[in-house]
C-alpha cells in the first residue's frame, strides 16, 4: 500500500489502510508503539504514513517511511463523511460530531467547514481513571462489562425519589445528583456506581451537545471515537434524551476510526 493512515490519541493510536480495494482498520494502545512501529516497517516499507491526533509526534520520519502531519480536525470531518456515506447516514444539512475519545470534543460540521464548538473533560478517560477507582478492575472491557451487569438507578438519586409520592414539576426519571443515593442505599455495588459513571459521563456529554445543537437549530448528532466501542451502555444513555432535546442520534460502526480514515484520504 502507498499511504497509511495513522490517528495518534491521548490513549490508542488508530490505523487505518486500504489492500485490494478494501479499507482495513486496527488499534494500538500507546504502549504498543514499538510493535505497532514494527507493523509498519513490515507491512509496507515504503508507504508513506499520514498522522494525525495529538500524539502525531510518536511517529517517526524516517527517509524509508516519510510522515506528514494531517490537520486533527479536518481528519476527523472528513472520515466522519466518508464513514455516514458508506454507513448510509449521509447528511445534506448541519450535523454535530461528538468525539469520544480519552477527552471530547464537540464540534459543528456544515458542507466542508468543521467548527470546535465546546469540549468535556468527563469522557472516556474519565471512564477508564474513576471507573478503576470504584472498581478495582483497570480494562475498558472489564469496565464495561461490569456497567452492562448494574443500575444506575441504585446508585443516582432520580427525582422521583425525592418527589415520591408528588407529582413532579419535571420529568421524573431524570437525575437529580449523579451518585446521589450511595450513602443511603447501601446494597448498591460495583456494578451499579460504574453504570452510574457511565450514566454521567452521557449526561455531560449530551447536556453539553443538546444545547449547543439547540442554539445551532441541528437536529442529527453524530457519536464517533473509541469510547463508544462495544459500549452499548453509554450509548444508551447518549439516545435516552432524543425525544426530549429532539435530536436524532447517529453511531458509525467505525466511528473509532474516523480519523485516521480522514487522514488517510487527505
Ligand atoms: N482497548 C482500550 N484500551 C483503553 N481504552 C479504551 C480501549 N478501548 C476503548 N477505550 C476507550 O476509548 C477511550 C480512548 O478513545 P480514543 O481512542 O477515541 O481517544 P484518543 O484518540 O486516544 O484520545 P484523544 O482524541 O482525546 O486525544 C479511552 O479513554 C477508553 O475510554
Ligand atoms: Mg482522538
Known amino acids: 500500500m502507498e499511504k497509511i493512515g ?4 491521548g490513549t490508542l493510536i488508530k490505523i487505518a489502510y486500504e489492500e485490494h480495494g478494501k479499507l482495513h482498520v ?10 505497532l512501529l514494527q507493523w509498519l516497517k513490515f507491512i509496507s516499507p515504503g508507504a508513506v504514513l499520514h498522522v494525525t491526533g495529538g500524539k502525531n509526534n510518536l511517529i517517526p520520519n524516517l527517509p524509508s517511511q516519510k510522515a506528514h502531519f494531517i490537520d486533527e480536525f479536518q ?15 449521509p447528511s445534506k444539512k448541519d450535523y454535530l460530531v461528538v468525539n469520544i475519545g480519552t477527552g471530547t470534543s464537540i464540534f459543528h460540521v456544515a458542507h466542508h467547514k468543521i467548527e470546535r464548538l465546546s ?8 471512564l477508564m481513571g474513576l471507573g478503576s477507582i470504584i472498581t478495582g478492575k483497570s480494562t475498558f472491557q472489564e469496565l464495561i462489562a461490569l456497567a452492562e451487569k448494574g443500575n ?23 437525575t437529580a445528583a449523579n451518585f446521589g443515593k450511595v450513602n443511603h442505599h447501601k446494597t448498591s455495588e460495583k456494578a451499579d456506581h460504574m453504570a452510574a459513571l457511565i450514566q454521567l459521563v452521557g449526561e455531560i456529554t449530551i447536556s453539553l451537545a443538546g444545547q449547543l445543537a439547540l442554539h445551532k437549530n441541528i437536529h442529527k448528532i453524530v457519536f464517533i471515537g ?15 434524551f432524543q425525544d426530549k432535546l429532539s435530536y436524532k ?4 460502526d467505525k466511528g ?6 480522514g487522514a488517510l484520504l487527505a
Not at 481528519?75 to 447516514?89: A, P, V
Not at 469540549?119 to 474519565?126: M, Q, R
Open 6 to 9: 495513522i490517528d495518534a490519541g
Open 26 to 35: 486496527k488499534t494500538y494502545s500507546i504502549q504498543e508503539k514499538n510493535e
Open 75 to 89: 481528519s476527523l470531518l472528513e472520515g466522519t463523511r466518508y464513514l455516514m456515506n458508506i454507513e448510509k447516514q
Open 119 to 126: 469540549g468535556s473533560g468527563v469522557s472516556g478517560g474519565t
Open 152 to 174: 444506575h438507578e441504585n446508585s443516582d438519586l432520580l427525582v422521583r425519589d425525592i418527589y415520591e409520592p408528588n407529582e413532579p414539576p419535571i420529568f421524573w426519571d431524570l
Open 226 to 240: 473509541s469510547a463508544l466501542n462495544g459500549n452499548r451502555p453509554l450509548k444508551n444513555v447518549l439516545s435516552s
Open 249 to 252: 442520534a447517529i453511531f458509525l
Open 256 to 261: 473509532a476510526y474516523a480519523g485516521a480514515i
